[in-house]
């Protein structure tokens, strides 16, 4: 069973950055995709960015332009850097892995990780 484990979380001013981290592990797997998203209390979860294995891409509109999602296939590790933090963007964020093995697909979710911006 795949495992995601997050770091990088914060607090920061609105216009400062922060890299997140998320690490998969366990067994043998190839990823299909890995993506971040957030979710502020009392509301649905969201796609922030996401990776498909090919190195395709998409974001959500509010981030376009702001932050970058990438992957280190060595260490099975994906990346959300994020630039021009804004207020909004305050949200406890989670990784979303989807992988498969002898034709067996599998999704992970990480532990979630607050990233907190004021004004």
């Known amino acids: 069973q795949v495992r995601l484990v997050e770091s990088g979380g914060g607090l920061v001013q609105a216009g400062g950055s922060l890299r997140l981290s998320c690490a998969a592990s366990?067994?043998?797997?190839?990823?299909?995709?890995m993506a971040w998203y957030r979710q502020v209390p009392g509301k649905q979860r969201d796609l922030v960015a996401s990776?498909?294995?090919?190195?395709?891409?998409n974001y959500a509109d509010s981030v376009q332009g702001r932050f970058t999602i990438s992957r280190d296939n060595a260490k099975n590790t994906v990346y959300l850097s994020m630039n021009n933090l804004k207020p909004e963007d305050t949200a406890v964020y989670y990784c979303y892995g989807n992988f498969a093995w002898n034709g067996v697909v599998s999704t992970a979710w990480g532990q979630g990780t607050q990233v907190t911006v004021s004004s």
């Open positions: 990776r498909r294995a090919g190195g395709i891409t």
């Open positions: 366990g067994g043998m797997f190839s990823i299909n995709t």
